[in-house]
């Protein structure tokens, strides 16, 4: 039984994630090795992998997918911070408003809130 994923990101600047991973998304530093550094939440989440062929309304397929209860905060601090939106924000037809951004490594990033259940 699989009961953690972990998406590991290479970087020769691991500094950089404190800036989008906590003070953007707010989320907590679990670990720190000052080598490995491991951002999330204690709280229990589901363990999903997704595979897909196109992002969605013809978009990229993104990196990671992280769903937020706050979108439009961390959208203004997305932009407040500089980082091009690179789609939407926008309400989709399966029930998600989300937008595109790129981490501090590149990574395409899909923020996102479920708008009906």
Not at 87 to 107: A, H, L, Q, S
Request: net charge negative; proline share 5%; with cysteine.
């Amino acid at each position: 039984m699989v009961k953690r994923i972990v998406a590991n990101i290479a970087t020769s600047d691991i500094q950089k994630a404190k800036t989008f991973y906590a003070d953007i998304l707010g989320l907590d530093i679990l670990m720190d090795h000052g080598w490995f550094t491991t951002y999330g939440t204690n709280q229990p989440m589901d363990v999903q992998l997704s595979f897909a062929t196109q992002g969605g309304s013809g978009t990229l397929v993104p990196d990671l997918s992280i769903e937020v209860d706050n979108l439009e905060e961390v959208l203004d601090k997305c932009r407040i911070s500089n980082l091009p939106v690179e789609y939407g924000p926008t309400n989709e037809p399966w029930g998600v408003r989300r937008f595109y951004v790129r981490d501090p490594f590149g990574k395409l990033i899909n923020i996102l809130s479920h708008t009906v259940n």
